[in-house]
């Protein structure tokens, strides 16, 4: 009797243990990117992953794959500052702090709040504004841990469908929160938000899950339906036709910008708010597409 | 003719040959390693392991925060980040200090006597590599005002192993003097390395960067070597050196020392020649020349000479600085019959890695401690609380101290300093001091001339201890606030008007000093005789801050207003016209003064070195 029990206790383990045996495995992202800038300046790496005055990288550790995006506010140009400057500069510095692993996995507001400070670190007098969203996965825990600044975001799509998403943080129309360093005198004036009022979230993933990371220039010209539509003609997760995909999404949102008589999720925006406005948003479009695979070195 | 030919054929060709093999000979030097590595060849082959640094285990200050990335020592271990440009770049290894400005200052330390010259070190940074293996060659890679590293170690222990040996043996692969390179581009440095008789992956480097320009920076280590020991490698005798100190007893040679042919007069002494005709004095006057190691070899000679060379009155000034790396207990218990008249001791980077414990230090300190008024301790990781409290009780006269960089003492150690009532100055950069504790010490030591609080990270609220310095320390005369997270115009408004006769203030990386609120001008009308002023990165000096000090501050000599966007060439001029002791002027990172600026005023006022950094 005792014998019976403790061998289907035995065949038991076994049965489930090969069942869950891929929840032992690490998983990871497999990324790419491409981008457009505004002045048409085609996916011109200019320091690296820096489309017009968008930035972002892509990044790993020994327990996490990190991505960023920042979104350079343009309207520094007035005031003589290159606005690219700040969000490329953020960005290669959370880049940096993510491969010396100085930062916690659970915590992308920890590698948002430390990247802001070693900004103000650097001997050069950095001026600007940017806005923010960073995604990590934990390898191990299969959880993705995101921290969303202002009006760039991500997106979460599952069998189809998109499961999960950011939500934008906007002060008024057109002005989104944002990381800045403004001259002195000009700080009572100029908006600059804490890394704190980022918005955090954490959620499990599956195997073969997208996670599609962008700033505002994809999102305020191409709707959900569109991108589900070209993320369906995504078939394997070889990074060649990531690539392929993410590029085929930039282009048709690039394309949507300036196109006059398109309503544009930013025109039914507008709209929604007594602006009678049509047509796309030409602005800069940086798209980061990710799957989640299992973990190979 | 052809017994001729035959001849000059024969010259030609024994010149031919001699030519060639003295040609080897001086090239040997600089293809030993390959001479070696073909060498090598022909035994079983050899791999030779390419290594990063893994991590920086231990350094003597660096120009960042602590709990940064950007110019700080942690920059070292890893790829490199800039190599091969050149510039001045956040991701790289950059020291506090550069070129001999800060010596200079009142605040600096005064120099030893008896310092080998041989010795001149000033920052050291300790690099630990992955493997251990027989360094073949060690490159630096710096990428910024290159040529300050003048020494690498190796040592025998492995920082990584559970179970370290007690025996720690350091070994110098290269030194040598400090120099500048021509250019501030980037270098790959690699000195021809000593070879050693073990296996190491703890490097050391020593530099000294006071004939550059600039901030050295430097960007990664690479330490090649091998893992098998090297068959031909010649093995160094260890040299009889300080390592006397520690195993010789009172050696009383019977048998007479060193001249034993009687002067004829005095048959009845030993017999030491011609020495026995000088008087006390001028022997001692001789001795004194020699350093440390000499006096205590000459000791063990002969029965005069030991009676002179452990008179307690050599031992006045000591400093021990140039012998950490041998510097054990038992050295300290050795040397301490003869020091107790000692008055300065410098022991700043012994100790470490259980050389010199906090008993032997405590036992040394209660011996000769009782006249002692300078104490130089920094780097000293071996320090406890105990330490400081048998250094509070058993100096009374004490005036300097200097715990720089002691970042291991815990913060209620720093209380003991309060009954140090003399104290003059201290110095606690890079320390865990509470401010609680800072605040103690400042009620009770009035007579602070020079205090340095620099990267202080423990102390909460600096405005607080500006109002305490303002009230109680009337004589301060230098400050250093370097990097201090929260001083406001309140705070530096209180301090400018209760130390009055402040000459240097160091104030960089404080950002919350805004000059707007007119905090600079007040200094600057307050503090006449101010000589040094660091605004470093305070990105709101403005043109009114320079008028100001100007007009007010004509002693000034040494002034910081890097990274400001404010600041125009009027003002300069302004100020350079109306200080005439200026002596260095840093307007890096300043927007509105470009290179074409910096070299007309340069030639206007050829006595200052005007700085301007850059990064591409």
Request: net charge negative.
């Amino acid at each position: 009797m005792l014998s019976v029990l403790s061998y289907g206790r035995i065949v038991a383990r076994a049965v489930l243990g090969g069942l869950s045996q891929t929840d032992g495995r690490d998983y990871s992202l497999i990324t790419a990117s491409c981008g457009f800038g505004k002045d048409f300046r085609k996916g011109i790496l200019k320091k690296g992953m820096c489309y017009g005055d968008d930035a972002c990288f892509i990044a790993q550790h020994k327990s996490a794959d990190v991505l960023g995006v920042a979104d350079g506010v343009g309207g520094w140009r007035d005031y003589g500052v290159d606005p690219s400057q700040f969000s490329a500069t953020l960005m290669r510095t959370c880049e940096r702090l993510v491969k010396e692993g100085r930062f916690t996995p659970s915590s992308p507001v920890g590698i948002l709040t430390s990247g802001y400070y070693e900004l103000l670190q650097n001997k050069v007098p950095l001026l600007g504004s940017s806005t923010a969203c960073i995604v990590v996965l934990d390898r191990r825990s299969h959880r993705i841990h995101t921290c969303n600044l202002g009006d760039s975001g991500f997106l979460v799509v599952r069998g189809g469908e998109v499961v999960h998403r950011s939500d934008e943080q906007q002060h008024y129309f057109n002005t989104p929160f944002q990381l800045s360093i403004a001259p002195p005198g000009a700080e009572g004036v100029v908006l600059s938000d804490s890394p704190e009022v980022s918005d955090s979230s954490s959620f499990d993933v599956q195997l073969g899950d997208i996670i599609l990371t962008a700033t505002d220039g994809l999102f305020d010209n191409m709707p959900d339906y569109m991108i589900l539509q070209e993320l369906k003609k995504l078939k394997n997760t070889n990074y060649d036709s990531i690539q392929q995909t993410a590029r085929s999404i930039a282009e048709q949102a690039h394309e949507l910008a300036y196109d006059p008589n398109y309503m544009s999720p930013f025109a039914q925006f507008a709209c929604d708010n007594g602006l009678n406005v049509r047509g796309g948003k030409p602005d800069d479009i940086t798209v980061l597409l990710s799957i989640v695979a299992e973990y190979t070195d | 003719m052809f017994p001729m030919l035959t001849l000059l054929s024969m010259f030609y060709y024994i010149c031919l040959r001699r030519r060639s093999r003295s040609g080897t000979r001086s090239e040997a030097l600089g293809s030993r390693r390959a001479v070696e590595l073909g060498q090598r060849s022909a035994l079983p082959v050899t791999v030779e392991v390419e290594q990063y640094g893994k991590e920086v285990l231990d350094f003597s200050s660096h120009y960042g925060s602590e709990n940064s990335m950007s110019y700080t020592m942690w920059n070292l271990a890893g790829v490199p980040n800039v190599y091969p440009s050149s510039g001045d770049f956040t991701q790289t290894a950059v020291f506090r200090t550069y070129g001999s400005w800060w010596e200079q200052c009142t605040s600096s330390a005064q120099r030893f006597r008896r310092t080998p010259p041989s010795f001149h070190s000033q920052d050291y940074l300790e690099l630990a590599f992955e493997e251990p293996v027989y360094p073949t060659a060690v490159e630096v890679l710096e990428t910024y005002h290159p040529g300050a590293v003048i020494k690498i170690l190796a040592c025998s222990l492995n920082p990584f192993s559970q179970n370290p040996p007690v025996d720690v043996r350091w070994e110098v692969l290269w030194a040598g003097k400090p120099n500048k390179a021509l250019t501030p581009q980037a270098r790959q440095f690699s000195p021809s390395i000593k070879q050693i008789n073990f296996a190491t992956n703890l490097l050391r480097l020593e530099v000294n960067s006071s004939l550059l320009e600039y901030y050295t920076e430097l960007d990664a280590v690479i330490l090649r070597g091998v893992r098998e020991r090297p068959i031909l490698a010649l093995y160094k005798i260890p040299v009889i050196d300080i390592n006397d100190l520690s195993d010789s007893e009172e050696e009383i040679s019977e048998a007479g020392g060193l001249c034993c042919r009687s002067g004829g007069e005095n048959r009845h002494n030993l017999g030491n020649g011609y020495f026995d005709r000088l008087p006390y004095e001028l022997i001692q006057l001789i001795v004194s020349h020699l350093p440390v190691p000499d006096l205590c070899r000459l000791a063990q000679s002969c029965k005069l000479f030991h009676k002179h060379c452990c008179d307690p009155l050599q031992y006045i000034q000591l400093s021990l600085q140039p012998y950490w790396a041998r510097l054990t207990d038992a050295s300290l218990s050795h040397l301490l019959s003869r020091c107790t008249l000692l008055q300065r001791l410098n022991m700043s980077w012994t100790g470490n890695r259980g050389a010199v414990t906090a008993a032997g230090f405590c036992s040394f300190m209660k011996a000769c401690g009782v006249s002692l008024v300078c104490l130089e301790l920094s780097c000293c990781h071996f320090l406890t609380e105990a330490c400081l409290e048998v250094i509070a009780q058993t100096c009374p006269c004490l005036q300097e101290l200097n715990l720089a960089s002691c970042d291991r003492l815990q913060p209620q150690a720093f209380n003991h300093i309060v009954k140090l009532t003399n104290l003059r100055r201290l110095v606690l950069y890079r320390t865990k001091v509470e401010q609680s504790a800072i605040l103690s010490i400042l009620t009770f030591c009035p007579e602070l001339k020079h205090l340095n609080l620099g990267s202080c990270v423990m102390i909460e609220d600096y405005d607080v201890v500006a109002s305490m310095l303002s009230a109680r320390c009337h004589s301060l005369r230098s400050l250093d606030l370097w990097r201090c997270r929260n001083l406001s115009e309140h705070g530096l408004a209180e301090l400018v008007s209760g130390c009055r006769l402040l000459e240097e203030l160091e104030l960089g990386w404080c950002s919350t000093l805004q000059s707007s609120s007119g905090c600079f001008q007040h200094l600057a009308r307050s503090l006449p005789r101010l000589r040094k002023l660091f605004l470093t990165a305070n990105r709101t000096v403005c043109d009114s801050d320079l008028e100001e000090l100007a007009a007010n501050c004509s002693a000034l000599e040494h002034l910081d207003i890097l990274g400001t966007r404010m600041v125009s060439s009027a003002s300069l001029r302004k100020l350079l016209q109306c200080c005439p002791q200026l002596k260095l002027l840093d307007v890096s990172f300043c927007s509105q003064v470009d290179s074409r600026l910096v070299q007309e005023l340069s030639g206007l006022f050829p006595n200052v070195s005007i700085k301007k950094s850059f990064t591409q």
